[in-house]
């Protein structure tokens, strides 16, 4: 085996970018393993890990090297992985489609298309401010997709952008659908009447193809950030786009979608809806139902719940909630039948999330059937991962969160960090049920559930023959419109064994039911919608 690692400094190239070219120079005969990555702690860690650098080699990697780890056959195999990877860099830094104008500036593209009204900026968070603000000069609205930008800045940016009458969605703000027009990690749902407000990325995604899956609509969903709606922003562009909605002709119900706010941001956020006659649909995952009181206000604990009584107040329909969309009994049967696989000291639940929200969803609902769970992103303090490597007893971890996508990919555009945890994960004997989402839709993986289905069988294969078996949970937040298509997804997924469920929620309650053994059977009620 020759191992080469290529230190180049001050080489810059984003981590999509480089995400692509590692698939590829991955795939050829000859290579064991190879990353071109930036020289984050995060890509060290991963690579050191893999065998791909040393520990002399990291000692001198800096954020600024873009870092190449190549594990070969031979010295020709190397000398072959380092042409394809220096042709596609070049490649990217020269290459121009044929009636394309591409610009290197922002002043460059304003010039370009005078008329255009909104930016979508994904860069280093330390070089966000300075672009935006160009935006908002130019009277540009903006959907920020950078993090590691400061709440400072957050707080100007927003404040200048609604003297101007502006949007600034974000920073880390993923998805938005504008005027039918889907932004950053957004799914193809149908134009309607629904209106969305959302501090959640896949939370908003979650509830807008719930939404279209119960064949009503979406009439504009705005993403805020998730720190939007904490005590030092204010939630400044939650309200600005409350306000918008109950102008908009076209809406007919307002949604809004949020982790916890702060008590003085929840208080204006129910004061600014008070001033509309329209239904309105709160799901504030954590939050306390009695808070809600006032009249015309539906709450719901669960984003799936939150998208159903959404549409049915549309169609003029009772709102109702789905503990389970099959009946107790197929459930019940399913459950047991899985249980039966499991053997004694295989104790506990691990998630792999590659959505924020939907993690933080989850650890909600098993809370209530399994207890408290450990996180990279807790709902209490003392429940914080002493090290993210390695679970404690039911751990819940979005992989998505900051310290996983640092220099490299979103999980849910590269799905190898977590086909590799999910290897990890299986390996452990305490290990029962892995629980995972598949989220698609514009800029998410081609391809999801194939690759998470490849590792599902290697795995399997290898319980095999140990003489042991893991239960797969999972759930899809898509659309039959989606590029990868819900149902093929769906049905590569089936094919591997993993049990998929309607949504999040009730993907969390299989998952936690049969890691306690089905206890909560007994006690379970639930409507089918």
Avoid at 356 to 370: A, H, P, V
């Amino acid at each position: 085996m020759i191992r080469k690692t290529i230190i180049k400094e001050n080489a810059y190239f984003d981590s999509v970018t480089l995400m692509l070219i590692s698939s590829r120079v991955t795939g050829m005969s000859g290579v064991l393993n190879a990353a071109v990555m930036m020289g984050t702690n995060q890509n060290k860690d991963l690579m050191l890990d893999s065998g791909l650098i040393t520990e002399e080699d990291a000692q001198k990697i800096t954020p600024n090297h873009m870092v190449i780890g190549i594990l070969a056959d031979n010295e020709h195999t190397v000398e072959e992985v380092l042409q394809g990877i220096n042709d596609e860099l070049t490649k990217k830094n020269t290459s121009k489609s044929d009636g394309e104008k591409r610009v290197k500036t922002q002043e460059e593209a304003i010039k370009a298309q005078p008329d255009s009204n909104f930016a979508i900026i994904s860069i280093p968070g330390r070089f966000a401010k300075r672009e935006v603000l160009k935006a908002i000069e130019n009277n540009i609205h903006v959907l920020l997709f950078s993090d590691n930008v400061s709440i400072e800045d957050e707080i100007e940016l927003k404040e200048k952008a609604l003297e101007k009458g502006l949007l600034m969605m974000g920073p880390d703000c993923g998805t938005a659908i504008i005027n039918g027009v889907s932004l950053g990690f957004a799914n193809v749902v149908r134009q309607g009447s629904i209106g969305i407000v959302a501090a959640a990325g896949t939370g908003l995604q979650e509830v807008s193809t719930i939404i279209d899956r119960r064949g009503e609509g979406v009439s504009q969903a705005i993403g805020t950030g998730g720190r939007d709606i904490k005590e030092a922003v204010g939630g400044k562009m939650m309200l600005a786009g409350i306000e918008a909605l109950k102008e908009d002709a076209n809406t007919k119900v307002i949604l809004i979608v949020s982790k916890p706010a702060a008590l003085g941001v929840t208080e204006k956020i129910y004061e600014s809806l008070k001033g509309t006659s329209k239904p309105k649909v709160m799901c504030i995952l954590g939050g306390e139902a009695q808070q809600i009181k006032a009249k015309g206000f539906y709450f719901t604990e669960t984003l799936e719940d939150a998208g159903t009584v959404a549409a049915l107040l549309v169609k003029g329909k009772e709102p109702t909630m789905t503990y389970f969309s099959e009946t107790k009994e197929a459930i019940s049967s399913l459950i047991l039948k899985e249980i039966e696989k499991l053997r004694p000291e295989q104790k506990y639940l691990r998630g792999l999330y590659g959505g924020g929200t939907l993690t933080y969803e989850t650890l909600l609902i098993i809370r209530d059937i399994l207890g408290d769970a450990y996180s990279n992103t807790p709902l209490r303090k003392e429940l914080h991962l002493p090290d993210v490597k390695h679970s404690v007893g039911h751990t819940i971890l979005d992989m998505g969160d900051d310290y996983f996508t640092n220099g490299r990919p979103h999980p849910m555009i590269d799905t190898r960090l977590r086909t590799e945890r999910i290897k990890e994960e299986a390996s452990k004997n305490e290990t029962a049920v892995i629980l995972l989402d598949c989220v698609i839709g514009y800029g998410a993986h081609e391809n999801p559930a194939a690759s998470l289905a490849k590792t599902i069988n290697e795995v399997k294969e290898k319980l095999l023959k140990e003489g042991r078996q893991i239960v797969f949970v999972a759930s899809i937040c898509g659309t039959e419109r989606d590029p990868q298509v819900r149902s093929e997804q769906e049905k590569k997924l089936r094919e591997a064994g993993v049990i998929v469920m309607e949504s999040n929620a009730q993907a969390a309650r299989m998952a936690a039911i049969i890691t306690e053994r089905g206890k909560s059977l007994d006690n379970l009620s639930w409507e089918v919608n």
